[in-house]
């Protein structure tokens, strides 16, 4: 094709990296590299052996008493019940050694994909982990499916990636709408009511 035609494809949009001032992104949308962890794994790793959250992820607390607490073996059926970064699914995916089936619900309609998706990435897919946008006091619900649990977590609250986002209203650090919401598909924000 020549200079002059033009071409019905679309071209690939260039992409200019985020500028930020000084040494340090210090708004959400500027920490381009904590948002991309797979990409910017080293850069990551060092925000978390500072002791520090990266944006956009969550680091689960208390993950070895849980599992000490809730002895999973091979075989076993489970839920989490606030399946969030997906970090206590992995662990108890882990102890399930590809033997038997994880539930996770979790109501964040923006969240929950891309945990999914990054629990795929893993390798924990449909045939041993079935996670449903969904609010966990319908329980009942998915024992009619799964049957008796062998084990139930449920870690209460919101997630970090739910506070950083200043889009999600939860954080006065940030600029933002008062929005409040785990699920901000459904019913009204703060701001509004
Ligand atoms: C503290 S975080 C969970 C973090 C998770 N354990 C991890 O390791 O990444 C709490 C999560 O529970 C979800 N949540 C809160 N109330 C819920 C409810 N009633 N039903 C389902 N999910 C809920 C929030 O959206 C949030 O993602």
Do not use: W
């Amino acid at each position: 094709m020549g200079p002059d035609q033009t071409s019905n494809e679309e071209e690939p949009k260039y992409q200019r990296r985020i500028r930020y001032k000084g040494t340090h992104p210090k708004n959400f949308k500027e920490k381009y590299k904590e948002l991309q962890p797979e990409q910017y794994a080293d850069a990551v790793a060092k925000i978390i052996q500072k002791g520090n959250t990266p944006a956009g992820m969550h680091i689960s607390i208390c993950v070895n008493e849980i599992l000490n607490f809730l002895q999973i073996t091979p075989g076993q059926i489970g839920l989490d019940a606030t399946l969030g970064y997906g970090g206590h699914t992995l662990e108890m995916l882990k102890c399930l050694n590809s033997k038997g089936r994880l539930y996770a619900t979790d109501v964040d309609p923006l969240e929950l994909p891309r945990t999914k998706a990054r629990l795929e990435r893993l390798g924990y897919g449909p045939e041993i982990l079935e996670i449903k946008q969904m609010n966990f006091s319908k329980i009942d619900q998915i024992v009619l499916e799964s049957g008796l649990f062998n084990f139930v977590l449920a870690d209460l609250g919101v997630s970090s990636m739910q506070i950083d986002n200043p889009e999600r209203g939860f954080s006065f650090k940030f600029e933002g709408p008062l929005d409040l919401r785990l699920n901000p598909k459904m019913g009204y924000s703060a701001a509004s009511l």
